[in-house]
């Protein structure tokens, strides 16, 4: 199985600034990398796919990049909206996995 | 409006069995492929299972050794996880989510999701 290791697994910021969470692939995925958001006690919702693809609907701060095994996903200019835990998933191979989870607290 | 709407969970005991749906509107269902994912409480999202437009093609988590069955009715836009001889681990939020990509590998919708408890 691939594993997928985001860090930090927490991170606190402030209003306005800019963020960037990494994931790295325990082997190359090739740019078959989502991001999704998930705040407390909600579902969670497609930010990203194939790395860098926004999904729809998705305001264009969020930003991600990267191929192989090191991706990384940047939040510019933060609102109180955008504290929440991010995850990043493979899709690569079966059997799809995701990261631990990024947890993402105002300071 | 594109919709996905999971039912049919609860409390259950060790060892019994639980049969969820997921029922969605606002797209072609037969179109897409469809996931489970769950969570359980406090921790981070983990893929159940997928399965092809057709349901000719079925994929599981590994550590499910064959007690959960994905199947889908086409006609009737609805996904089921039929789950059987539960354990306490698999207590947790189920979601259902419309899966993209040739093997439906990643996924833009998602339901509210539903709780599972296994307890005695």
């Known amino acids: 199985d691939i594993q997928m290791t985001q860090s930090p697994s927490s991170l606190s910021a402030s209003v306005g600034d800019r963020v960037t969470i990494t994931c790295r692939a325990s082997?190359?995925?090739?740019?078959?990398l989502a991001w999704v958001q998930q705040k407390p006690g909600k579902a969670p919702k497609s930010l990203i796919y194939?790395?860098?693809n926004l999904q729809s609907g998705v305001p264009s701060k969020f930003s991600g990049s990267g191929s192989g095994t090191d991706f990384t996903l940047n939040i510019s200019s933060l609102q109180p909206e955008d504290f929440a835990t991010y995850y990043c998933?493979?899709?690569?191979?079966?059997?799809?996995?995701f990261g631990q989870g990024t947890r993402l607290e105002i300071k | 409006e594109v919709q996905l709407v999971e039912s049919g969970g609860g409390l259950v005991q060790p060892g019994g069995s639980l049969r969820l749906s997921c029922a969605v509107s606002g797209f072609s269902f037969s179109n897409y492929w469809m996931s489970w994912v769950r969570q359980a409480p406090g921790k981070g999202l983990e893929w159940v299972a997928n399965?092809?437009?057709?349901?000719?093609?079925?994929y599981y988590v590994d550590s499910l050794e064959g007690r959960f069955t994905i199947s889908r009715d086409n006609a009737k836009k609805s996904l089921y996880l039929q789950m059987n001889s539960l354990r306490a681990e698999d207590t947790a939020v189920y979601y259902c989510a419309r899966g993209r990509h040739t093997t439906g590998g990643y996924f833009d919708y998602w339901g509210q999701g539903i709780l599972v408890t296994v307890s005695s």
């Open positions: 082997q190359g995925i090739s740019n078959y």
């Open positions: 194939a790395a860098s």
């Open positions: 399965i092809k437009q057709d349901g000719s093609e079925k």
């Open positions: 998933q493979q899709y690569n191979n079966y059997p799809i996995t």
